[in-house]
Protein backbone atom coordinates (compact mmCIF):
# COMPACT_ATOMS: atom_id res chain seq x y z
CA UNK A 1 0.00 0.00 0.00
CA UNK A 2 0.82 3.64 -0.26
CA UNK A 3 0.64 5.83 2.38
CA UNK A 4 -0.14 9.52 3.25
CA UNK A 5 3.44 9.81 3.94
CA UNK A 6 5.20 8.07 1.06
CA UNK A 7 2.72 10.34 -1.66
CA UNK A 8 3.20 13.34 -0.04
CA UNK A 9 6.78 13.23 -0.15
CA UNK A 10 6.26 12.53 -4.12
CA UNK A 11 4.17 15.56 -4.30
CA UNK A 12 6.72 17.63 -2.51
CA UNK A 13 8.96 16.36 -4.89
CA UNK A 14 7.02 17.06 -8.21
CA UNK A 15 6.91 20.72 -6.63
CA UNK A 16 10.52 21.12 -5.78
CA UNK A 17 10.11 21.31 -2.59
CA UNK A 18 13.04 19.22 -1.03
CA UNK A 19 14.76 21.61 0.58
CA UNK A 20 13.09 21.85 4.46
CA UNK A 21 13.39 24.38 7.31
CA UNK A 22 12.75 23.44 10.81
CA UNK A 23 12.41 22.87 14.36
CA UNK A 24 10.76 19.73 14.61
CA UNK A 25 9.08 18.16 18.06
CA UNK A 26 7.54 14.94 18.68
CA UNK A 27 4.54 15.63 16.65
CA UNK A 28 6.61 16.08 13.45
CA UNK A 29 8.87 12.76 13.85
CA UNK A 30 6.73 10.37 12.13
CA UNK A 31 6.58 12.75 8.85
CA UNK A 32 10.82 13.12 9.32
CA UNK A 33 12.13 9.51 9.66
CA UNK A 34 13.45 7.74 7.22
CA UNK A 35 13.82 10.90 4.76
CA UNK A 36 14.47 10.86 1.53
CA UNK A 37 17.89 10.88 0.13
CA UNK A 38 16.99 13.33 -2.53
CA UNK A 39 15.72 16.05 0.91
CA UNK A 40 17.39 18.09 2.74
CA UNK A 41 16.41 19.42 6.22
CA UNK A 42 17.60 22.65 7.58
CA UNK A 43 17.37 23.24 11.19
CA UNK A 44 17.56 26.08 12.97
CA UNK A 45 17.38 26.75 17.40
CA UNK A 46 14.46 28.11 17.47
CA UNK A 47 11.13 28.50 15.38
CA UNK A 48 11.54 32.68 14.27
CA UNK A 49 15.03 31.98 12.86
CA UNK A 50 14.01 28.97 10.79
CA UNK A 51 10.70 30.97 9.34
CA UNK A 52 13.22 34.15 8.41
CA UNK A 53 15.58 31.89 7.38
CA UNK A 54 12.91 30.26 4.73
CA UNK A 55 11.37 33.44 4.29
CA UNK A 56 14.83 34.89 2.91
CA UNK A 57 15.32 31.14 0.84
CA UNK A 58 11.86 31.79 -0.45
CA UNK A 59 12.73 35.67 -2.00
CA UNK A 60 15.82 34.95 -2.83
CA UNK A 61 14.74 32.19 -5.51
CA UNK A 62 11.18 33.14 -5.81
CA UNK A 63 9.69 29.56 -5.25
CA UNK A 64 7.85 28.11 -2.38
CA UNK A 65 9.32 26.71 0.39
CA UNK A 66 8.21 24.41 2.90
CA UNK A 67 8.71 25.10 6.81
CA UNK A 68 8.35 22.21 9.79
CA UNK A 69 7.49 23.91 12.73
CA UNK A 70 6.34 21.94 16.16
CA UNK A 71 2.81 22.32 17.18
CA UNK A 72 0.97 25.67 18.30
CA UNK A 73 3.94 26.50 20.81
CA UNK A 74 6.54 26.42 17.59
CA UNK A 75 4.27 27.52 15.88
CA UNK A 76 3.53 30.74 17.97
CA UNK A 77 7.48 31.60 18.17
CA UNK A 78 7.46 31.99 14.59
CA UNK A 79 4.67 34.45 14.19
CA UNK A 80 6.39 37.38 15.20
CA UNK A 81 8.68 36.74 11.86
CA UNK A 82 5.33 35.25 10.03
CA UNK A 83 4.19 38.98 10.21
CA UNK A 84 6.66 39.83 7.90
CA UNK A 85 6.32 37.50 5.23
CA UNK A 86 2.56 38.14 4.71
CA UNK A 87 3.52 41.62 3.15
CA UNK A 88 6.77 40.71 1.12
CA UNK A 89 3.81 37.76 -0.24
CA UNK A 90 6.51 35.20 1.16
CA UNK A 91 5.63 31.47 -0.34
CA UNK A 92 5.99 29.43 2.98
CA UNK A 93 4.11 26.44 3.02
CA UNK A 94 3.84 26.11 7.14
CA UNK A 95 3.67 22.66 8.16
CA UNK A 96 3.23 21.66 11.92
CA UNK A 97 2.58 18.66 13.51
CA UNK A 98 -1.03 17.90 15.49
CA UNK A 99 -1.55 15.13 17.96
CA UNK A 100 -3.11 11.90 17.01
CA UNK A 101 -6.19 12.97 15.28
CA UNK A 102 -8.94 10.89 18.37
CA UNK A 103 -7.24 13.09 20.85
CA UNK A 104 -7.05 16.62 19.89
CA UNK A 105 -10.99 17.17 20.99
CA UNK A 106 -9.23 16.57 24.72
CA UNK A 107 -6.98 19.24 23.89
CA UNK A 108 -4.05 16.73 25.12
CA UNK A 109 -0.49 17.58 25.00
CA UNK A 110 0.24 19.17 22.23
CA UNK A 111 -2.44 19.15 20.59
CA UNK A 112 -3.51 22.72 18.15
CA UNK A 113 -6.41 24.23 19.32
CA UNK A 114 -8.45 25.29 16.68
CA UNK A 115 -5.34 25.36 14.00
CA UNK A 116 -7.27 26.96 11.42
CA UNK A 117 -7.11 29.97 13.27
CA UNK A 118 -3.63 30.04 15.04
CA UNK A 119 -1.97 31.78 12.59
CA UNK A 120 -5.15 34.29 10.71
CA UNK A 121 -5.15 36.72 9.78
CA UNK A 122 -1.15 36.16 8.39
CA UNK A 123 -1.86 33.77 6.13
CA UNK A 124 -4.00 33.28 2.71
CA UNK A 125 -4.93 30.11 3.73
CA UNK A 126 -5.13 27.65 6.86
CA UNK A 127 -6.66 24.15 7.52
CA UNK A 128 -6.57 20.59 9.13
CA UNK A 129 -7.22 18.09 6.22
CA UNK A 130 -10.65 16.37 7.47
CA UNK A 131 -9.40 12.85 7.66
CA UNK A 132 -6.29 11.11 6.81
CA UNK A 133 -7.59 10.07 3.34
CA UNK A 134 -7.41 14.40 2.79
CA UNK A 135 -4.08 14.88 3.45
CA UNK A 136 -2.68 14.84 0.31
CA UNK A 137 -4.92 16.55 -1.21
CA UNK A 138 -5.08 19.38 1.23
CA UNK A 139 -1.29 20.14 0.84
CA UNK A 140 -1.38 20.28 -2.59
CA UNK A 141 -3.74 22.68 -2.37
CA UNK A 142 -1.36 24.49 0.27
CA UNK A 143 1.45 24.69 -2.29
CA UNK A 144 -1.02 25.89 -4.94
CA UNK A 145 -2.01 28.72 -2.68
CA UNK A 146 0.62 29.84 -1.62
CA UNK A 147 2.30 29.78 -5.23
CA UNK A 148 -0.39 31.84 -7.38
CA UNK A 149 -1.22 35.43 -7.19
CA UNK A 150 -1.05 37.11 -4.76
CA UNK A 151 1.48 34.79 -3.17
CA UNK A 152 1.93 34.13 0.17
CA UNK A 153 2.51 32.61 3.61
CA UNK A 154 -0.03 29.11 4.30
CA UNK A 155 -0.72 26.73 7.12
CA UNK A 156 -1.71 23.32 7.85
CA UNK A 157 -1.44 21.36 10.53
CA UNK A 158 -0.96 17.28 9.96
CA UNK A 159 -1.94 14.92 12.66
CA UNK A 160 0.92 12.59 13.36
CA UNK A 161 -0.87 9.22 13.12
CA UNK A 162 -2.07 10.57 9.46
CA UNK A 163 1.03 9.54 7.93
CA UNK A 164 1.06 6.00 8.35
CA UNK A 165 -2.88 6.02 6.99
CA UNK A 166 -3.16 4.26 3.63
CA UNK A 167 -3.42 6.99 0.47
CA UNK A 168 -6.15 6.97 -1.67
CA UNK A 169 -5.97 5.47 -5.19
CA UNK A 170 -7.24 8.68 -5.93
CA UNK A 171 -4.46 10.99 -4.60
CA UNK A 172 -2.64 9.64 -7.59
CA UNK A 173 -4.29 12.30 -9.87
CA UNK A 174 -2.39 14.86 -7.68
CA UNK A 175 0.82 13.64 -8.84
CA UNK A 176 -0.50 15.23 -12.47
CA UNK A 177 -2.05 18.28 -11.17
CA UNK A 178 -0.67 22.01 -11.61
CA UNK A 179 -1.83 25.45 -11.75
CA UNK A 180 -1.08 28.78 -13.47
CA UNK A 181 -2.04 32.11 -13.53
CA UNK A 182 -3.57 34.40 -15.57
CA UNK A 183 -3.85 37.80 -14.77
CA UNK A 184 -2.93 40.05 -17.69
CA UNK A 185 -4.89 43.56 -18.41
CA UNK A 186 -7.61 42.76 -21.53
CA UNK A 187 -7.10 44.90 -24.49
CA UNK A 188 -9.11 47.61 -23.66
CA UNK A 189 -7.92 48.12 -20.16
CA UNK A 190 -4.46 48.55 -21.21
CA UNK A 191 -5.70 50.98 -24.35
CA UNK A 192 -7.32 52.66 -21.23
CA UNK A 193 -4.18 52.66 -18.81
CA UNK A 194 -1.72 54.07 -21.64
CA UNK A 195 -3.94 56.54 -22.47
CA UNK A 196 -3.84 57.89 -19.30
CA UNK A 197 -0.19 57.92 -18.68
CA UNK A 198 0.38 59.56 -22.21
CA UNK A 199 -2.68 62.22 -21.32
CA UNK A 200 -0.22 63.04 -17.87
CA UNK A 201 2.13 66.11 -18.58
CA UNK A 202 4.26 65.18 -15.20
CA UNK A 203 3.98 61.50 -14.07
CA UNK A 204 5.66 60.06 -10.92
CA UNK A 205 6.25 56.20 -10.72
CA UNK A 206 5.94 54.40 -7.34
CA UNK A 207 7.56 50.49 -6.94
CA UNK A 208 6.81 48.20 -4.58
CA UNK A 209 8.30 44.88 -4.16
CA UNK A 210 6.69 42.23 -6.45
CA UNK A 211 8.62 44.22 -9.44
CA UNK A 212 11.82 42.64 -8.11
CA UNK A 213 9.58 39.86 -6.82
CA UNK A 214 7.85 38.96 -10.32
CA UNK A 215 11.82 39.86 -12.03
CA UNK A 216 10.49 42.72 -13.83
CA UNK A 217 13.24 45.68 -12.71
CA UNK A 218 14.30 45.79 -15.94
CA UNK A 219 11.12 46.74 -17.51
CA UNK A 220 10.78 49.51 -14.98
CA UNK A 221 14.11 50.85 -16.34
CA UNK A 222 12.43 51.21 -19.54
CA UNK A 223 9.16 52.35 -18.47
CA UNK A 224 10.94 55.31 -16.64
CA UNK A 225 12.84 55.83 -19.14
CA UNK A 226 9.87 56.50 -21.88
CA UNK A 227 7.98 58.38 -18.93
CA UNK A 228 11.28 60.63 -18.16
CA UNK A 229 9.54 60.30 -14.47
CA UNK A 230 11.13 60.25 -11.43
CA UNK A 231 11.07 56.51 -9.02
CA UNK A 232 10.40 56.48 -5.88
CA UNK A 233 9.83 53.58 -4.16
CA UNK A 234 6.85 53.05 -1.79
CA UNK A 235 7.19 53.47 1.58
CA UNK A 236 9.21 50.61 4.02
CA UNK A 237 10.71 48.83 1.12
CA UNK A 238 11.49 45.47 1.93
CA UNK A 239 13.08 44.90 -1.67
CA UNK A 240 15.00 46.79 -4.42
CA UNK A 241 12.72 47.07 -7.42
CA UNK A 242 15.21 49.61 -9.36
CA UNK A 243 18.36 50.33 -9.73
CA UNK A 244 20.06 52.90 -7.21
CA UNK A 245 21.85 54.62 -9.03
CA UNK A 246 19.76 55.30 -12.09
CA UNK A 247 19.24 58.70 -12.45
CA UNK A 248 15.43 58.57 -12.56
CA UNK A 249 15.99 56.78 -8.84
CA UNK A 250 14.90 58.84 -6.27
CA UNK A 251 14.63 56.31 -2.71
CA UNK A 252 12.28 55.65 -0.38
CA UNK A 253 9.16 57.81 0.48
CA UNK A 254 8.68 58.31 3.73
CA UNK A 255 6.00 56.14 5.60
CA UNK A 256 3.55 59.07 6.67
CA UNK A 257 0.60 60.20 4.63
CA UNK A 258 2.27 63.76 4.78
CA UNK A 259 5.56 62.62 3.88
CA UNK A 260 4.27 61.28 1.01
CA UNK A 261 1.56 63.74 -0.50
CA UNK A 262 4.91 66.66 0.04
CA UNK A 263 6.99 64.38 -2.28
CA UNK A 264 5.01 63.89 -4.78
CA UNK A 265 3.57 67.60 -5.25
CA UNK A 266 3.86 68.99 -8.49
CA UNK A 267 2.78 65.47 -10.67
CA UNK A 268 -0.56 64.60 -11.77
CA UNK A 269 -0.46 61.23 -12.77
CA UNK A 270 1.03 59.14 -9.84
CA UNK A 271 1.65 55.49 -11.02
CA UNK A 272 1.81 53.17 -8.28
CA UNK A 273 3.04 49.39 -9.22
CA UNK A 274 3.89 46.31 -6.93
CA UNK A 275 3.09 47.08 -3.62
CA UNK A 276 0.45 48.36 -1.36
CA UNK A 277 -0.69 52.23 -1.59
CA UNK A 278 0.66 53.28 1.28
CA UNK A 279 1.61 51.36 4.27
CA UNK A 280 2.17 54.37 6.44
CA UNK A 281 4.01 54.05 9.96
CA UNK A 282 4.68 57.63 11.12
CA UNK A 283 1.13 59.18 11.50
CA UNK A 284 1.87 62.67 9.95
CA UNK A 285 -2.24 63.49 9.34
CA UNK A 286 -2.71 64.96 5.53
CA UNK A 287 -4.38 65.18 1.95
CA UNK A 288 -3.61 61.82 0.97
CA UNK A 289 -2.70 62.96 -2.63
CA UNK A 290 -1.65 66.33 -4.35
CA UNK A 291 -4.09 68.90 -5.20
CA UNK A 292 -5.07 67.46 -9.00
CA UNK A 293 -3.20 64.17 -8.83
CA UNK A 294 -4.88 61.09 -10.04
CA UNK A 295 -3.49 58.09 -8.83
CA UNK A 296 -3.20 54.27 -10.79
CA UNK A 297 -2.65 51.50 -8.87
CA UNK A 298 -1.26 48.09 -10.45
CA UNK A 299 -0.82 45.23 -8.24
CA UNK A 300 -1.41 41.25 -8.25
CA UNK A 301 -3.10 41.57 -5.10
CA UNK A 302 -6.88 42.13 -4.49
CA UNK A 303 -6.37 42.94 -0.92
CA UNK A 304 -4.12 45.62 -1.71
CA UNK A 305 -6.54 46.89 -4.46
CA UNK A 306 -9.44 46.94 -2.05
CA UNK A 307 -8.28 48.71 1.21
CA UNK A 308 -6.23 51.68 -0.84
CA UNK A 309 -8.41 54.43 0.18
CA UNK A 310 -7.67 56.60 -2.92
CA UNK A 311 -7.23 55.65 -6.51
CA UNK A 312 -8.31 53.95 -9.54
CA UNK A 313 -6.75 50.26 -8.96
CA UNK A 314 -5.70 47.39 -11.56
CA UNK A 315 -5.21 43.38 -10.14
CA UNK A 316 -3.04 42.07 -13.12
CA UNK A 317 0.39 40.05 -13.45
CA UNK A 318 2.56 42.69 -12.41
CA UNK A 319 5.48 41.80 -14.82
CA UNK A 320 2.98 41.32 -17.77
CA UNK A 321 1.97 44.73 -17.11
CA UNK A 322 5.23 47.25 -16.71
CA UNK A 323 6.26 44.98 -19.80
CA UNK A 324 3.64 46.31 -22.07
CA UNK A 325 3.69 49.36 -20.60
CA UNK A 326 7.46 49.69 -21.34
CA UNK A 327 6.44 48.77 -24.77
CA UNK A 328 3.42 50.89 -25.33
CA UNK A 329 3.46 54.46 -23.47
CA UNK A 330 4.76 57.36 -26.00
CA UNK A 331 8.41 58.44 -25.61
CA UNK A 332 8.93 61.75 -23.96
CA UNK A 333 11.35 64.11 -25.91
CA UNK A 334 12.00 65.78 -22.46
CA UNK A 335 15.48 67.29 -21.55
CA UNK A 336 17.67 64.20 -19.98
CA UNK A 337 17.42 64.07 -16.71
CA UNK A 338 20.45 65.77 -14.67
CA UNK A 339 23.24 62.84 -13.99
CA UNK A 340 23.10 61.78 -9.82
CA UNK A 341 25.09 63.50 -7.72
CA UNK A 342 28.43 61.81 -6.19
CA UNK A 343 27.87 59.36 -2.76
CA UNK A 344 27.87 61.71 -0.11
CA UNK A 345 31.26 62.17 1.89
CA UNK A 346 30.69 60.47 5.22
CA UNK A 347 31.84 61.79 8.25
CA UNK A 348 35.29 61.03 9.51
CA UNK A 349 34.96 58.78 12.64
CA UNK A 350 36.43 60.09 15.70
CA UNK A 351 35.87 57.48 18.77
CA UNK A 352 33.09 55.27 17.32
CA UNK A 353 32.97 54.65 13.37
CA UNK A 354 29.85 56.44 11.48
CA UNK A 355 28.02 53.93 9.70
CA UNK A 356 28.22 56.00 6.43
CA UNK A 357 31.61 55.01 6.63
CA UNK A 358 30.91 51.36 6.78
CA UNK A 359 28.42 51.56 4.21
CA UNK A 360 30.62 53.44 1.77
CA UNK A 361 33.66 50.58 2.43
CA UNK A 362 31.20 47.63 1.69
CA UNK A 363 29.58 49.54 -1.55
CA UNK A 364 33.50 49.62 -2.56
CA UNK A 365 34.61 46.41 -1.59
CA UNK A 366 31.52 43.80 -2.06
CA UNK A 367 30.65 42.60 -5.20
CA UNK A 368 28.60 43.89 -7.61
CA UNK A 369 26.21 41.42 -7.53
CA UNK A 370 25.83 41.39 -3.73
CA UNK A 371 22.72 40.64 -2.12
CA UNK A 372 22.50 42.90 0.94
CA UNK A 373 19.88 42.21 3.97
CA UNK A 374 19.48 45.22 6.24
CA UNK A 375 17.82 45.13 9.99
CA UNK A 376 19.90 48.21 11.07
CA UNK A 377 17.02 50.01 11.99
CA UNK A 378 18.65 53.41 12.90
CA UNK A 379 20.69 53.54 10.01
CA UNK A 380 18.16 54.08 7.31
CA UNK A 381 19.34 57.33 5.67
CA UNK A 382 23.01 56.69 5.54
CA UNK A 383 22.33 53.25 4.24
CA UNK A 384 20.43 54.95 1.36
CA UNK A 385 22.82 57.55 0.67
CA UNK A 386 25.31 55.07 0.09
CA UNK A 387 23.94 52.38 -1.62
CA UNK A 388 24.83 51.03 -4.99
CA UNK A 389 23.00 47.97 -5.94
CA UNK A 390 21.92 46.96 -9.19
CA UNK A 391 21.55 43.69 -9.91
CA UNK A 392 17.41 42.17 -9.24
CA UNK A 393 16.80 40.57 -6.07
CA UNK A 394 19.85 42.58 -4.36
CA UNK A 395 18.03 43.99 -0.86
CA UNK A 396 15.52 42.31 1.70
CA UNK A 397 14.34 44.16 4.31
CA UNK A 398 11.96 42.84 6.58
CA UNK A 399 8.33 44.02 6.21
CA UNK A 400 6.42 43.60 9.61
CA UNK A 401 7.99 46.21 11.65
CA UNK A 402 9.14 43.40 14.12
CA UNK A 403 13.20 42.28 14.45
CA UNK A 404 14.51 39.02 14.12
CA UNK A 405 14.17 38.96 10.44
CA UNK A 406 17.34 39.89 9.30
CA UNK A 407 20.45 37.73 10.57
CA UNK A 408 18.37 34.19 9.96
CA UNK A 409 16.95 35.53 6.42
CA UNK A 410 20.56 36.55 5.17
CA UNK A 411 21.77 32.57 6.74
CA UNK A 412 18.93 32.32 4.20
CA UNK A 413 19.39 33.77 1.05
CA UNK A 414 22.84 33.00 1.04
CA UNK A 415 21.71 29.37 0.91
CA UNK A 416 19.55 30.18 -1.93
CA UNK A 417 22.78 32.34 -3.47
CA UNK A 418 25.87 29.75 -3.59
CA UNK A 419 26.71 31.68 -6.80
CA UNK A 420 26.41 35.64 -4.92
CA UNK A 421 27.69 36.89 -1.65
CA UNK A 422 24.99 37.78 1.10
CA UNK A 423 26.12 40.59 3.29
CA UNK A 424 23.59 41.04 6.63
CA UNK A 425 23.62 44.69 8.18
CA UNK A 426 22.23 43.72 11.76
CA UNK A 427 21.44 46.24 14.53
CA UNK A 428 23.06 45.02 17.63
CA UNK A 429 18.87 45.44 19.07
CA UNK A 430 17.22 43.11 15.98
CA UNK A 431 20.57 40.30 16.10
CA UNK A 432 19.54 39.43 19.65
CA UNK A 433 16.06 38.06 18.01
CA UNK A 434 18.07 35.73 15.35
CA UNK A 435 21.20 34.95 16.57
CA UNK A 436 20.95 31.25 16.22
CA UNK A 437 20.92 31.42 13.26
CA UNK A 438 24.48 31.35 13.25
CA UNK A 439 23.99 27.73 14.34
CA UNK A 440 22.55 27.01 11.40
CA UNK A 441 25.18 29.02 9.06
CA UNK A 442 28.27 27.34 10.89
CA UNK A 443 26.82 23.93 10.98
CA UNK A 444 26.12 23.98 7.34
CA UNK A 445 29.01 26.07 5.88
CA UNK A 446 27.01 28.93 4.70
CA UNK A 447 29.49 31.57 3.94
CA UNK A 448 27.65 34.54 4.55
CA UNK A 449 28.73 37.69 6.24
CA UNK A 450 27.40 39.40 8.83
CA UNK A 451 28.17 43.17 9.79
CA UNK A 452 26.93 43.67 13.13
CA UNK A 453 26.19 47.04 13.94
CA UNK A 454 27.05 47.64 17.75
CA UNK A 455 25.59 51.18 19.02
CA UNK A 456 24.64 49.89 22.32
CA UNK A 457 21.12 50.95 22.30
CA UNK A 458 17.48 50.30 20.34
CA UNK A 459 18.42 53.44 18.14
CA UNK A 460 15.11 53.66 16.14
CA UNK A 461 13.27 53.87 19.42
CA UNK A 462 14.89 56.53 20.62
CA UNK A 463 13.91 58.37 17.12
CA UNK A 464 10.36 57.33 18.00
CA UNK A 465 10.25 58.81 21.05
CA UNK A 466 11.70 61.61 20.05
CA UNK A 467 9.23 62.31 17.04
CA UNK A 468 6.45 61.25 19.61
CA UNK A 469 7.75 63.41 22.23
CA UNK A 470 7.45 60.65 24.57
CA UNK A 471 9.47 61.39 27.52
CA UNK A 472 10.41 59.16 30.31
CA UNK A 473 9.97 56.02 28.52
CA UNK A 474 11.94 52.90 29.85
CA UNK A 475 16.07 51.71 29.35
CA UNK A 476 16.70 51.04 25.43
CA UNK A 477 20.20 50.21 26.09
CA UNK A 478 21.67 46.95 24.98
CA UNK A 479 25.25 47.55 25.81
CA UNK A 480 28.15 45.55 26.69
CA UNK A 481 26.65 42.13 24.81
CA UNK A 482 30.05 40.35 23.16
CA UNK A 483 28.44 39.31 20.02
CA UNK A 484 32.26 37.98 18.90
CA UNK A 485 32.27 35.43 21.74
CA UNK A 486 28.86 34.38 21.04
CA UNK A 487 29.34 33.83 17.51
CA UNK A 488 32.81 31.81 18.11
CA UNK A 489 30.22 29.97 20.69
CA UNK A 490 27.92 28.83 17.90
CA UNK A 491 30.74 28.05 15.36
CA UNK A 492 31.08 31.19 13.29
CA UNK A 493 34.52 33.12 12.89
CA UNK A 494 34.17 36.58 14.09
CA UNK A 495 36.26 39.49 14.39
CA UNK A 496 35.59 42.75 17.18
CA UNK A 497 36.95 45.56 14.40
CA UNK A 498 37.78 49.12 16.54
CA UNK A 499 38.60 51.60 12.69
CA UNK A 500 37.13 51.58 10.15
CA UNK A 501 40.64 50.31 7.91
CA UNK A 502 40.22 47.74 10.30
CA UNK A 503 36.66 47.57 9.05
CA UNK A 504 37.69 47.02 5.54
CA UNK A 505 40.63 44.68 5.84
CA UNK A 506 37.82 42.35 8.10
CA UNK A 507 35.89 42.10 5.01
CA UNK A 508 38.06 41.19 2.59
CA UNK A 509 39.24 38.81 4.37
CA UNK A 510 35.92 37.50 5.12
CA UNK A 511 35.21 37.48 1.21
CA UNK A 512 38.19 35.69 0.49
CA UNK A 513 37.46 33.10 3.29
CA UNK A 514 34.29 31.90 1.97
CA UNK A 515 33.22 30.74 5.26
CA UNK A 516 30.27 32.42 7.86
CA UNK A 517 31.52 35.35 9.48
CA UNK A 518 30.62 38.05 11.80
CA UNK A 519 31.83 41.58 11.97
CA UNK A 520 31.60 43.60 15.25
CA UNK A 521 31.40 47.21 14.25
CA UNK A 522 31.77 49.55 17.30
CA UNK A 523 29.30 52.39 15.49
CA UNK A 524 28.11 55.99 16.24
CA UNK A 525 24.65 56.25 17.24
CA UNK A 526 23.03 58.97 14.22
CA UNK A 527 19.46 59.91 15.21
Known sequence: MTTVREITFELLRLHGLTTIFGNPGSNELPFLGGMPDDFRYILGLHEGAVLAMADGYAQARDEAVLVNLHAAAGTGNAM?????SVYTHSPLIIMAGQQVRSTVGQ?????????????RPLVKWSSQPACAEDVPRAISEAIHIASLPAKGPVFIAVPYDDWSAEASDESEHLLQRSTSAGGCLGTEQMRALVSAIDAASSPVIVLGPDVDADNANGDAVRL????????????????LPFPTRHPSFRGPLPASIRGVSDLLDGHDLILVIGGPV?????????????????????????????????????????????KR???????????????????ARPAVSTDLIEPAEVFARLRSSAPVDAVWVNESTSTGSQWWEQLDAREQGSMFIAAGGGLGFGLPAAVGAQLAHPDRQVVGIIGDGSANYGITALWTAAHYNIPVIIVLMKNGTYGALRWFADVLEVEKVPPMDVCDIDFVSIARGYGVEAVAVKTIDDFSAAFEAALAAGVPTLIEVPTALTI
Open 80 to 84: GVLAN
Open 107 to 119: ETFLSIVEPEALT
Open 224 to 239: SEALEAPVWLAPSPPR
Open 278 to 322: FRYHQYEPGAYLPIGARLIHVTSDPGEAARAPMGQAYVASVADTV
Open 325 to 343: LADSVARRNGPPLPPLAEF
